[in-house]
């Protein structure tokens, strides 16, 4: 049986310090950060509904300044680089790169400016006689046109499908701009649960690679004045308090006051405790020289379990039953396995 000795019980009162000393204010000012998108394509290509669905369900009030669409000028010399932290270039799939495409994509390479290229099926016609006809045929345009270094965030989209034409566009910005991911998926609620996945699978992917250094002492005693004594459960509770956080700024709930934030993370510093108190009872019957996958997996599995609870919470206002509960821990095990088979980031959303 599991039991609360006074090592353990030191440990959660050094982690729920840990977790009171920790100050939101950094993570607001992190999503309340401003960033724009221009939508910029020639008079031909569908900017404004592409627009639409990405605000889909943003406040009327902040919309014109999240999202601005641009006409190009027939004239390639009359082209202007848009004020944006990032730029989706619409290109007419059934034509190409016209002279004012080309200017743009130039300038903004010019600029160090984050592009997103669009290629945007003529609705009309679909069939593969088009001059860039597939998302590989669109890739290879780009890189003919501009070199490899840019067609790193290229979509293809058909108009018809607005909605997944958004997301698409969306989740190629979140890849361009990840330090606004943030702000991003608080202003825009199509990003909201992508960027609460990203959210959350990168801390638990970073709680599972520290608890794996974290066993390291063990074989290598030099380290163990770096890593040890217990440091690893402080660090893996705060890194999830700090997750929760996140969530909360995520969806707006950030301006609570700070006590009441607290008390909503407390669940984590007891689950946190649970799951390495469980985690040294196992490991421990094992020998060291294979207990770091094993306790790595508890961190990540632990870690993806709060994550999703808090974002069940936050989006919802109620608590996850455990049929859902249940639901997060096989999305946790899956997840964890395709991190073993070299799968950084399964996309479920």
Known sequence: MIGLGGRNVRLFSDSWRVVREINPEEIVREAEQPFKVAIVGSAGVETDSLAQGMLAGAPLAFQPSLVEC????????????????????????????GPSDRRLAVELFAAARPVIFAFQTPAADQTLTQPISSLASARRAVIDLFGSHASQNITYLHPASNGAGGQAILQAILNAVPQKQLAIGRRLPLARLRVASNVIFQTSLANAQFAMLSSLPASFPVLGGMIGAGADFVVLTKNQALMVFRLAALHDKSHAPKLRILAEIAPVVGAG????????????????????????????????LIGRAAQCYYATGRKPSRAEMARYSAEAADMWGGVLHGVSAPDRH
């Open 70 to 97: 641009v006409v190009l000028p027939d004239d390639p010399t009359q082209v202007e680089t848009p004020t944006a932290d990032a730029v989706v270039h619409v290109i007419d799939a059934g034509v190409g790169f």
């Open 273 to 304: 405790f649970l799951w390495r108190t469980v985690a040294r009872s196992i490991v421990g019957l094992l020998p060291t020289t294979v207990s770091a996958i094993p306790k790595a997996a508890v961190a990540f599995i632990g870690t993806y």
